[in-house]
């Protein structure tokens, strides 16, 4: 890929947006990450150290079945309340994410790059809009699975388009949610093979960062394998060591990371979809000449 500046509105085939893709990825990889790790890393924590919780109130319920009924329901009350808790955190960081890498993209077109912080402070208010649109695409998704399977796919993939507008444009939630529609028009196959493709790679990516633990809780196993024998209840126990809470932190992490390459391919699909639809990036080349 060349070096000079990447045009964002470009009419690009299959290939070459998962090219351009890979080469942005390449190009701002530092200014991305810090941004995202800055984000992902207190949600790590926090979603090892629940699910660290939810495993031992688990297992000692296991282990003493004949406990007080009551003291097992608040218990697992308060354990369901951090998960609630952990599960609306993780959405804001996912929002958040979204919106810091949607954000680098467009202000760095402009000729505007932020550290970190600032680049956070300057998504922040695309959050709230992001999340919206997030529940509103699950929803009308999970409707149509519950009416058939395949008209909750088409929609997911065709709402898909909804976030990157909302960013890129400016536009209001339910202006993103409409015109999503209108620029995945003919375009369907394509877009849900980009995202099929570039989700698969950063699943692969994912579980490079699973591997640690898998070994850790593996070899606790086989070192511990005359205990679990006689007493396979305390497998639990496993889950709630400081290893295992660091290492599915680390999972997440990992799993939030590698969410940057299908949401910039998608990015690229979106500028794609517009320059053939509106020729936006013409109209921009015309606009420039014109304030010349």
């Known amino acids: 890929m060349e070096s000079q500046k990447i045009k964002l509105y470009k009419r690009r085939d299959f290939s070459q947006k998962i090219s351009i893709t890979i080469d942005y990825i390449r190009e701002n990889f530092a200014g991305l990450i810090k941004a995202m790790l ?6 790590g ?14 297992g000692e319920m ?14 697992f009350a308060g354990i369901g309340m951090s998960y609630l808790v952990m599960i609306i955190s993780m959405l804001v960081a996912y929002a958040l994410i979204i919106a ?19 680049l956070i ?45 909302y960013v890129f444009e400016g536009v209001s939630v339910g202006a993103a949610f409409t015109k999503s529609f209108k620029l995945i028009n003919g375009k369907w196959w394509s877009t849900f093979g980009l995202l ?22 593996f ?22 060591s400081w290893y295992s809470s660091l290492s ?3 999972v997440m992490v990992g799993s939030f990371c590698t969410y940057m390459i299908p949401m910039i391919a998608l990015s690229f699909q979106y500028f794609n979809l517009s320059e053939r639809k509106e020729g936006t990036g013409l109209k921009q080349q015309i606009q420039d000449f014109e304030n010349l």
């Open 121 to 165: 402070k300057r998504s922040a208010g695309k959050v709230p809009g992001i999340i919206g649109l997030l529940i509103l695409t699950g929803l009308v998704s999970l409707i149509g699975m519950l009416l058939f399977i395949l008209p909750g796919i088409y929609l997911a993939v065709a709402l898909s388009i909804a976030i990157p507008v």
């Open 38 to 43: 800055i984000i992902i890393i207190p949600f």
């Open 62 to 75: 296991v282990q003493n079945p004949n406990q007080n009924p009551v003291m097992s329901t608040g218990a």
């Open 248 to 250: 599915m932190a680390l």
């Open 219 to 240: 070899g606790e196993m086989f070192a511990n394998q005359e205990a679990l024998v006689s007493n396979p209840e305390s497998v639990y126990e496993i889950f709630t």
């Open 45 to 58: 924590l926090l979603y090892a150290l629940v699910m660290s919780s939810f495993f031992g109130a688990f």
């Open 100 to 118: 810091s890498i949607y954000t680098y993209i467009k202000e760095k077109d402009q000729g505007n790059v932020y550290q970190p912080v600032e």
């Open 196 to 217: 099929f493709i570039t989700g698969l790679i950063a699943g692969v990516i994912s579980y490079i960062f699973a591997i640690p633990m898998y070994i850790l809780m």
